[in-house]
Each structure stands twice: as C-alpha cells, then as structure tokens.
C-alpha cells in the first residue's frame, strides 16, 4: 500500500512542477507567496518547492523511510508518542 502511495505523491509532485502555470491559471495566485517569496513569482515558487516536497515525501512513503523519520522526530515534540 505504502508503494501505491508514495507513486501517487511522486506523480502528484511531477504535475505540479511540470503545470505550474496550469494550476495558476485554473486556480489563481495565492497572497501569502506573492507577498513573501518574490514580487510576481511567489506563487510559481511556492507550488514547485510543493511539488519537490511531495516528491521526497513520496520517495521516502515508497522505501517506508517515512515512518523511521517520523519515529525518530515526533517523539521529541509530542510525549504521548514514544515507544
């Protein structure tokens, strides 16, 4: 199931890159990138760097990583969390 998944984020992550302009057009420009992360290229940014986290994300989901990281970090931040 992990696979099936981590396919899905890595294919999600692809599109997102490849038809950045598509999702603006479809979807317009979001305030919060346009204001922090460049002066009309925010959100172009902001849905690519997006794209390439859904991309490690899914890598790591495919190679069952996610868990380990997620093990060794939420821990720290959530008590209930430890083994």
């Known amino acids: 199931m992990g696979i099936v998944v981590g396919i899905a984020m890595v294919l999600t992550g692809f599109l997102m890159n ?6 603006i057009n479809n979807f ?3 305030p919060w990138p346009e204001e922090h992360l ?4 925010g959100t172009r940014i902001f849905y690519k760097l997006l794209g390439v986290f859904l991309i490690i994300l899914g890598f790591m989901t495919m190679t069952g990583l996610l868990g380990n990281v ?3 970090f ?6 209930s969390l430890t083994l």
């Open 74 to 79: 939420l821990p720290r931040y959530f008590r």
């Open 18 to 23: 490849w038809k950045t302009e598509w999702i």
């Open 38 to 41: 460049g002066s009309s290229g």
């Open 28 to 30: 317009g420009t979001l």
């Open 70 to 72: 997620g093990r060794a």
